[in-house]
Protein backbone atom coordinates (compact mmCIF):
# COMPACT_ATOMS: atom_id res chain seq x y z
CA UNK A 1 0.00 0.00 0.00
CA UNK A 2 2.99 2.64 0.69
CA UNK A 3 3.26 4.67 -2.18
CA UNK A 4 6.02 7.25 -1.67
CA UNK A 5 8.82 5.55 -4.04
CA UNK A 6 6.89 5.50 -6.71
CA UNK A 7 5.79 9.37 -6.29
CA UNK A 8 9.52 9.78 -5.34
CA UNK A 9 9.96 8.52 -8.76
CA UNK A 10 7.33 10.21 -11.15
CA UNK A 11 8.67 13.55 -9.67
CA UNK A 12 12.05 12.21 -10.50
CA UNK A 13 11.10 12.34 -14.45
CA UNK A 14 9.10 15.47 -14.09
CA UNK A 15 12.33 17.22 -12.70
CA UNK A 16 14.79 15.64 -15.34
CA UNK A 17 11.89 16.26 -18.60
CA UNK A 18 11.40 19.47 -17.16
CA UNK A 19 15.47 21.08 -17.21
CA UNK A 20 16.34 19.98 -20.64
CA UNK A 21 17.06 22.48 -23.16
CA UNK A 22 18.39 23.45 -26.84
CA UNK A 23 21.21 24.74 -27.89
CA UNK A 24 23.10 26.03 -30.89
CA UNK A 25 26.50 23.94 -31.39
CA UNK A 26 29.69 25.61 -30.51
CA UNK A 27 27.39 28.26 -27.83
CA UNK A 28 28.53 29.43 -24.67
CA UNK A 29 25.92 28.66 -21.51
CA UNK A 30 25.96 28.36 -18.06
CA UNK A 31 22.63 26.56 -17.81
CA UNK A 32 22.95 23.04 -16.11
CA UNK A 33 23.18 20.59 -18.52
CA UNK A 34 20.01 18.95 -20.54
CA UNK A 35 18.86 16.41 -17.45
CA UNK A 36 20.16 17.55 -14.34
CA UNK A 37 18.03 19.05 -11.22
CA UNK A 38 16.86 22.01 -10.59
CA UNK A 39 19.62 24.39 -8.84
CA UNK A 40 18.82 24.63 -5.57
CA UNK A 41 19.43 27.45 -3.82
CA UNK A 42 19.96 26.09 -0.45
CA UNK A 43 16.98 24.32 -0.65
CA UNK A 44 13.78 26.68 0.47
CA UNK A 45 12.81 27.98 3.70
CA UNK A 46 9.32 26.29 4.25
CA UNK A 47 6.63 26.79 7.15
CA UNK A 48 3.71 24.18 7.64
CA UNK A 49 1.18 25.06 9.77
CA UNK A 50 -1.76 23.01 10.50
CA UNK A 51 -4.78 23.02 13.07
CA UNK A 52 -3.52 20.39 15.17
CA UNK A 53 -3.83 20.30 18.93
CA UNK A 54 -0.86 18.92 21.20
CA UNK A 55 -0.45 15.45 20.72
CA UNK A 56 -2.37 14.37 18.27
CA UNK A 57 -0.60 11.62 16.61
CA UNK A 58 -2.45 11.78 13.18
CA UNK A 59 -0.30 15.13 12.69
CA UNK A 60 2.62 13.88 14.04
CA UNK A 61 3.09 11.26 10.90
CA UNK A 62 2.14 14.35 8.83
CA UNK A 63 5.27 16.32 10.61
CA UNK A 64 7.46 13.29 9.99
CA UNK A 65 6.50 13.72 5.78
CA UNK A 66 7.90 17.32 5.64
CA UNK A 67 10.40 16.64 7.48
CA UNK A 68 11.87 13.86 5.71
CA UNK A 69 11.09 15.88 2.34
CA UNK A 70 13.07 18.84 3.31
CA UNK A 71 16.29 16.66 4.67
CA UNK A 72 15.67 14.83 1.56
CA UNK A 73 15.73 18.49 -0.70
CA UNK A 74 18.64 20.20 1.52
CA UNK A 75 15.48 22.56 2.93
CA UNK A 76 14.34 24.10 6.39
CA UNK A 77 11.02 22.99 7.45
CA UNK A 78 9.27 24.29 10.36
CA UNK A 79 6.34 22.88 11.78
CA UNK A 80 3.41 24.25 13.87
CA UNK A 81 -0.39 23.58 15.00
CA UNK A 82 -2.73 25.28 16.89
CA UNK A 83 -6.30 23.92 16.92
CA UNK A 84 -7.53 28.01 17.78
CA UNK A 85 -8.47 29.44 13.76
CA UNK A 86 -7.55 32.84 15.44
CA UNK A 87 -3.85 31.66 16.61
CA UNK A 88 -3.16 29.20 13.38
CA UNK A 89 -3.45 32.77 11.35
CA UNK A 90 -1.54 34.43 13.32
CA UNK A 91 1.17 31.75 12.93
CA UNK A 92 0.43 32.64 8.85
CA UNK A 93 1.34 35.98 9.52
CA UNK A 94 4.50 35.14 11.47
CA UNK A 95 5.49 33.00 8.71
CA UNK A 96 4.38 35.83 5.75
CA UNK A 97 7.30 38.26 7.88
CA UNK A 98 9.92 35.90 7.93
CA UNK A 99 9.60 36.37 4.13
CA UNK A 100 9.44 31.62 4.00
CA UNK A 101 9.89 30.61 0.25
CA UNK A 102 6.65 28.56 0.73
CA UNK A 103 3.57 27.95 2.83
CA UNK A 104 1.88 24.78 3.99
CA UNK A 105 -1.47 25.13 5.61
CA UNK A 106 -4.14 22.83 6.58
CA UNK A 107 -7.83 24.99 7.04
CA UNK A 108 -10.54 23.30 8.57
CA UNK A 109 -11.96 26.62 9.10
CA UNK A 110 -11.17 28.34 5.77
CA UNK A 111 -13.12 31.34 6.34
CA UNK A 112 -10.55 32.17 9.32
CA UNK A 113 -8.09 31.73 7.31
CA UNK A 114 -8.78 33.48 4.49
CA UNK A 115 -7.01 36.75 4.84
CA UNK A 116 -4.00 35.33 6.44
CA UNK A 117 -3.46 33.52 3.38
CA UNK A 118 -4.24 36.26 1.09
CA UNK A 119 -1.48 38.10 2.82
CA UNK A 120 0.74 35.34 2.10
CA UNK A 121 -0.48 34.92 -1.56
CA UNK A 122 0.12 38.97 -2.21
CA UNK A 123 3.61 38.89 -0.50
CA UNK A 124 3.96 36.18 -3.84
CA UNK A 125 4.85 33.35 -1.09
CA UNK A 126 3.15 30.18 -2.63
CA UNK A 127 0.99 28.42 -0.78
CA UNK A 128 0.00 24.17 -0.66
CA UNK A 129 -3.50 23.83 1.23
CA UNK A 130 -3.36 20.07 2.72
CA UNK A 131 -6.19 17.71 4.40
CA UNK A 132 -8.90 20.55 4.84
CA UNK A 133 -10.43 23.27 3.00
CA UNK A 134 -9.98 21.85 -0.37
CA UNK A 135 -13.52 23.70 -2.07
CA UNK A 136 -11.59 26.80 -1.24
CA UNK A 137 -7.83 26.00 -1.86
CA UNK A 138 -8.03 27.45 -5.70
CA UNK A 139 -10.21 30.83 -4.53
CA UNK A 140 -7.86 31.63 -2.01
CA UNK A 141 -4.84 31.53 -4.29
CA UNK A 142 -3.05 28.64 -3.52
CA UNK A 143 -1.02 26.78 -5.80
CA UNK A 144 -2.71 23.11 -5.22
CA UNK A 145 -4.22 21.17 -2.37
CA UNK A 146 -2.86 17.71 -1.32
CA UNK A 147 -5.52 15.53 0.94
CA UNK A 148 -8.72 13.42 0.21
CA UNK A 149 -12.10 14.19 -0.94
CA UNK A 150 -13.58 14.02 2.42
CA UNK A 151 -17.20 13.00 1.11
CA UNK A 152 -16.16 10.65 -0.93
CA UNK A 153 -14.14 8.95 1.85
CA UNK A 154 -16.61 8.84 4.18
CA UNK A 155 -19.03 7.40 0.93
CA UNK A 156 -16.58 4.72 1.28
CA UNK A 157 -16.84 4.46 4.82
CA UNK A 158 -20.63 4.16 4.94
CA UNK A 159 -20.47 1.03 2.48
CA UNK A 160 -18.18 -0.35 4.36
CA UNK A 161 -20.57 -0.42 7.37
CA UNK A 162 -23.58 -1.26 5.88
CA UNK A 163 -22.07 -3.87 4.29
CA UNK A 164 -21.25 -5.29 8.28
CA UNK A 165 -25.11 -4.68 9.13
CA UNK A 166 -25.13 -1.33 10.74
CA UNK A 167 -28.42 0.36 10.00
CA UNK A 168 -27.82 3.04 12.70
CA UNK A 169 -24.92 5.19 12.92
CA UNK A 170 -23.29 7.60 15.36
CA UNK A 171 -20.53 9.65 13.99
CA UNK A 172 -18.67 11.42 16.22
CA UNK A 173 -17.20 14.53 15.24
CA UNK A 174 -14.10 15.81 17.73
CA UNK A 175 -13.46 19.32 16.30
CA UNK A 176 -15.91 21.82 16.35
CA UNK A 177 -16.00 24.12 12.86
CA UNK A 178 -14.55 21.70 11.22
CA UNK A 179 -16.00 21.58 7.86
CA UNK A 180 -14.29 18.47 6.52
CA UNK A 181 -15.72 16.29 8.99
CA UNK A 182 -19.33 17.09 8.76
CA UNK A 183 -18.27 16.23 5.01
CA UNK A 184 -16.95 12.48 6.11
CA UNK A 185 -20.58 12.16 8.01
CA UNK A 186 -22.66 13.40 5.21
CA UNK A 187 -20.70 11.01 2.92
CA UNK A 188 -21.46 8.07 5.32
CA UNK A 189 -25.20 9.35 5.34
CA UNK A 190 -25.67 9.17 2.05
CA UNK A 191 -24.32 5.66 1.41
CA UNK A 192 -25.31 3.91 4.88
CA UNK A 193 -28.85 3.57 4.12
CA UNK A 194 -29.93 3.91 7.44
CA UNK A 195 -29.55 6.97 10.00
CA UNK A 196 -26.34 8.44 11.16
CA UNK A 197 -26.44 10.34 14.41
CA UNK A 198 -23.41 13.08 15.37
CA UNK A 199 -21.90 13.49 18.63
CA UNK A 200 -19.79 16.59 19.54
CA UNK A 201 -17.05 15.71 21.87
CA UNK A 202 -13.70 17.30 22.72
CA UNK A 203 -10.85 15.56 21.36
CA UNK A 204 -8.16 16.94 23.98
CA UNK A 205 -10.36 15.03 26.57
CA UNK A 206 -10.36 11.47 25.42
CA UNK A 207 -11.61 10.31 29.05
CA UNK A 208 -15.07 12.29 28.20
CA UNK A 209 -15.12 11.17 24.86
CA UNK A 210 -15.49 7.24 26.25
CA UNK A 211 -17.48 8.49 28.51
CA UNK A 212 -19.86 10.30 26.05
CA UNK A 213 -19.99 7.33 23.69
CA UNK A 214 -20.95 4.71 26.35
CA UNK A 215 -23.78 6.87 28.03
CA UNK A 216 -24.63 7.31 23.89
CA UNK A 217 -24.57 3.52 22.68
CA UNK A 218 -26.25 2.90 26.43
CA UNK A 219 -29.44 5.11 26.19
CA UNK A 220 -30.34 4.48 22.58
CA UNK A 221 -30.15 0.31 21.75
CA UNK A 222 -30.89 0.90 18.24
CA UNK A 223 -27.09 2.45 17.57
CA UNK A 224 -25.08 -0.90 16.25
CA UNK A 225 -22.48 1.39 14.64
CA UNK A 226 -19.93 4.37 15.34
CA UNK A 227 -17.98 6.17 12.71
CA UNK A 228 -15.14 8.12 14.37
CA UNK A 229 -12.88 10.42 12.64
CA UNK A 230 -9.80 10.75 14.24
CA UNK A 231 -7.37 7.75 16.03
CA UNK A 232 -7.27 8.59 19.06
CA UNK A 233 -11.46 9.63 19.16
CA UNK A 234 -11.56 5.88 17.80
CA UNK A 235 -9.29 4.03 20.96
CA UNK A 236 -11.94 5.99 23.37
CA UNK A 237 -14.62 4.37 21.15
CA UNK A 238 -13.27 0.96 21.11
CA UNK A 239 -12.99 1.61 25.25
CA UNK A 240 -16.43 2.96 25.29
CA UNK A 241 -18.33 -0.25 23.34
CA UNK A 242 -16.91 -2.46 26.06
CA UNK A 243 -17.50 -0.46 28.88
CA UNK A 244 -21.43 -1.00 27.28
CA UNK A 245 -20.90 -4.37 26.52
CA UNK A 246 -22.26 -4.25 22.95
CA UNK A 247 -21.41 -5.74 19.72
CA UNK A 248 -21.49 -2.63 18.05
CA UNK A 249 -19.62 -2.44 14.88
CA UNK A 250 -16.88 0.00 15.06
CA UNK A 251 -14.67 2.21 12.02
CA UNK A 252 -12.88 5.25 12.14
CA UNK A 253 -10.67 7.41 9.59
CA UNK A 254 -7.17 7.59 10.00
CA UNK A 255 -4.41 5.41 11.74
CA UNK A 256 -2.01 5.07 14.58
CA UNK A 257 -0.32 1.99 15.75
CA UNK A 258 -3.15 1.24 18.21
CA UNK A 259 -5.35 1.49 15.57
CA UNK A 260 -3.59 -1.04 13.81
CA UNK A 261 -3.28 -3.20 16.76
CA UNK A 262 -7.38 -2.98 17.05
CA UNK A 263 -7.88 -3.69 13.84
CA UNK A 264 -5.47 -6.89 14.03
CA UNK A 265 -7.45 -7.80 17.00
CA UNK A 266 -10.75 -7.51 15.18
CA UNK A 267 -12.11 -4.55 17.52
CA UNK A 268 -12.13 -1.84 14.87
CA UNK A 269 -13.69 -3.35 11.43
CA UNK A 270 -11.62 -1.05 9.06
CA UNK A 271 -9.62 2.81 9.02
CA UNK A 272 -10.02 5.11 6.16
CA UNK A 273 -6.40 6.03 5.14
CA UNK A 274 -5.72 9.35 3.72
CA UNK A 275 -1.88 8.02 3.71
CA UNK A 276 -1.41 11.59 6.20
CA UNK A 277 2.60 11.29 5.84
CA UNK A 278 2.53 12.27 2.27
CA UNK A 279 0.48 15.17 2.85
CA UNK A 280 3.40 16.45 4.91
CA UNK A 281 5.98 15.52 2.28
CA UNK A 282 4.57 16.19 -0.87
CA UNK A 283 4.29 19.45 -0.73
CA UNK A 284 7.65 20.31 0.27
CA UNK A 285 8.38 18.10 -2.97
CA UNK A 286 6.12 21.01 -4.45
CA UNK A 287 7.33 24.25 -3.03
CA UNK A 288 10.72 23.24 -4.14
CA UNK A 289 10.21 22.60 -7.54
CA UNK A 290 7.91 25.59 -7.53
CA UNK A 291 11.14 27.97 -5.95
CA UNK A 292 13.76 26.07 -8.33
CA UNK A 293 11.72 25.07 -11.43
CA UNK A 294 8.95 26.92 -11.18
CA UNK A 295 6.77 24.03 -11.06
CA UNK A 296 2.79 23.07 -10.11
CA UNK A 297 1.39 20.04 -9.60
CA UNK A 298 -2.66 18.98 -10.23
CA UNK A 299 -3.88 21.47 -13.06
CA UNK A 300 -5.77 23.06 -10.90
CA UNK A 301 -7.63 20.06 -8.83
CA UNK A 302 -6.67 18.70 -5.99
CA UNK A 303 -3.36 16.06 -5.60
CA UNK A 304 -5.31 12.70 -3.87
CA UNK A 305 -3.69 11.10 -1.37
CA UNK A 306 -6.48 8.70 -0.43
CA UNK A 307 -8.75 7.24 0.56
CA UNK A 308 -7.90 3.67 0.82
CA UNK A 309 -8.39 1.26 3.66
CA UNK A 310 -6.36 -0.52 5.99
CA UNK A 311 -8.37 -3.47 7.35
CA UNK A 312 -7.61 -6.61 9.02
CA UNK A 313 -6.38 -8.35 5.75
CA UNK A 314 -3.94 -6.05 5.34
CA UNK A 315 -3.40 -4.60 8.53
CA UNK A 316 -0.19 -6.91 9.36
CA UNK A 317 1.98 -5.28 6.57
CA UNK A 318 0.54 -1.66 7.77
CA UNK A 319 1.78 -2.04 11.39
CA UNK A 320 4.90 -2.10 10.87
CA UNK A 321 5.05 1.39 9.18
CA UNK A 322 2.98 3.07 11.30
CA UNK A 323 5.46 1.80 13.63
CA UNK A 324 8.20 4.05 11.98
CA UNK A 325 5.72 6.78 11.95
CA UNK A 326 5.40 6.97 8.08
CA UNK A 327 1.43 5.70 8.04
Not at 111 to 125: C, F, M, N, Q, Y
Not at 238 to 252: F, S
Request: charge should be neutral.
Amino acid sequence: MRRIPIVVALLGALTLSGCSSAQQPGAQSSAPPAGSAPAAAGGGTFAVITHAGPGDSFWDVVKNGAEAAGKQYAAKVTYQGDGDPAKQSQLIDQAVSEKVDGLVVSMANPDALKESIGKAVAAKIPVVTINSGSDSSKAFGAITHVGQSEEVAGRGAGEQLKAAGVTKLLCVIHEAGNVGLDQRCKGAEATLGGTVERLQVDVSNLADVTSKVTAKLQSDKQLNGVLTLNPAVAVAARDAIKDAGTQTKLGTFDLSGDVVSAIKDGDILFAVDQQQYLQGYLPIVFLYLYKNNLNTVGGGLPVNTGPGFVTKDNAEQVAKLAEAGTR
